[in-house]
C-alpha cells in the first residue's frame, strides 16, 4: 500500500525553524518526484516546493524562497522541508505528494501528483 505520512509539524514563533519529513512506505521514493503543498484555512492548496526524483531539479514559490530548502534521502525513504524565519503566514497544513516524473522535472501543480499525505499543522505565532 503505497503511503505517504508527514511529520515535524508543530507550533513555533515567528522566526522559528521547523523541518518537516514526508516518509513513504509500499513504494522507493526514489522513483518519484516530490512536492510539498500547504493549505490555510479559507485559502486554496498552495505549491511551495518540489525535488525531481533524482534530487538535481528543485524549485520554490517566491514566497519561500530564500527560507525553505527541499531535499531528500532516497536511502531513507524520505524527503524533507527544512522552513526558517518562519512567519504567521506560513500557518497551514502542509503536504507532501509524489509523482512519477521524469528524473530531472518537479512541478508546483498540485494537479500532478498521485499520492498525498494527510497533512501535518504548522502554527507560527507572532
Known amino acids: 500500500q503505497v503511503q505517504l505520512v508527514e511529520s515535524g509539524g508543530g507550533l513555533v514563533q515567528s522566526g522559528g525553524s521547523l523541518r518537516l519529513s514526508c516518509a513513504a512506505s509500499?513504494?522507493?521514493?526514489?522513483?518519484?518526484?516530490i512536492g510539498w503543498f500547504r493549505q490555510a484555512p479559507g485559502k486554496e492548496r498552495e505549491g511551495l516546493s518540489c525535488?525531481?526524483?533524482?534530487?538535481?531539479?528543485?524549485n520554490y514559490v517566491d514566497s519561500v524562497k530564500g527560507r525553505f530548502t527541499v531535499s531528500r534521502d532516497n536511502a531513507k525513504n524520505t524527503a524533507y522541508l527544512q522552513m526558517n524565519s518562519l512567519k504567521p503566514e506560513d500557518t497551514a497544513i502542509y503536504y507532501c505528494?509524489?509523482?512519477?516524473?521524469?528524473?530531472?522535472?518537479?512541478?508546483?501543480?498540485?494537479?500532478?501528483?498521485?499520492?498525498w499525505g494527510q497533512g501535518t499543522q504548522v502554527t507560527v505565532s507572532s
Open positions: 509500499g513504494f522507493s521514493l526514489g522513483s518519484s518526484a
Open positions: 505528494a509524489s509523482a512519477g516524473f521524469p528524473a530531472d522535472h518537479c512541478t508546483g501543480v498540485a494537479r500532478a501528483y498521485d499520492y
Open positions: 525535488i525531481s526524483r533524482i534530487g538535481e531539479a528543485t
